[in-house]
């Protein structure tokens, strides 16, 4: 069974916002800001929904930048994420009952304390390329094996 999801990085070169999961599915880690799209949402209006409910701002233009594929061993769901970027937004990054926005140095990314297939895809964002890619994660969420596409 596959769950569409949207994920958005803001990214002002060279910073970062990430947010610190407070609640839910994973809670105590940094990551974008996103979630589940709502029946009749476009995935662009769901990743700015979020966006606004996780962080408290508004983005105007949201860039494509790829579709992520994870999976679980033993687990029948895919989780299908379109993943967003964006530069500019209006609003002060606020703390919400879920995520803590703060703003990291591209180069002081806390991976350690985030899913850990960022690591692979974050330097193709970053780069503005677009991308596509499949992660097989064990029970405790290491990465098994991963395919990662370069769009052109």
């Known amino acids: ?12 070169h060279p910073n970062v ?12 880690r940094w990551n974008g800001f996103g979630g589940k799209v ?11 929904r979020e966006l606004q409910e996780e962080a408290g701002i508004n983005v105007e233009n949201l860039e494509k930048a790829g579709v992520l594929e994870f ?5 029948s769901e895919i989780l299908e994420v379109y993943i967003f970027s964006a530069q500019n937004f209006n609003g002060i990054p606020t703390e919400s009952e879920e995520m803590r926005p703060q703003w990291f140095h591209k180069d002081k990314i806390p ?42």
């Open 17 to 28: 916002l990430l947010g610190m999961k407070k609640r839910g599915f994973g809670e105590g």
């Open 71 to 75: 999976s679980w061993q033993g687990k």
């Open 38 to 48: 709502q029946f009749g949402e476009s995935m662009e209006e769901a990743a700015k």
């Open 111 to 152: 991976f350690d304390e985030m899913w850990p297939d960022n690591r692979y895809w974050f330097p193709l964002l970053f780069a503005g390329k677009k991308f596509t890619g499949k992660f097989l994660f064990s029970e405790g969420d290491a990465v098994l094996e991963y395919e990662l596409s370069e769009l052109n």
């Open 1 to 12: 069974m596959k769950k569409s999801l949207t994920l958005c990085i803001i990214h002002q």
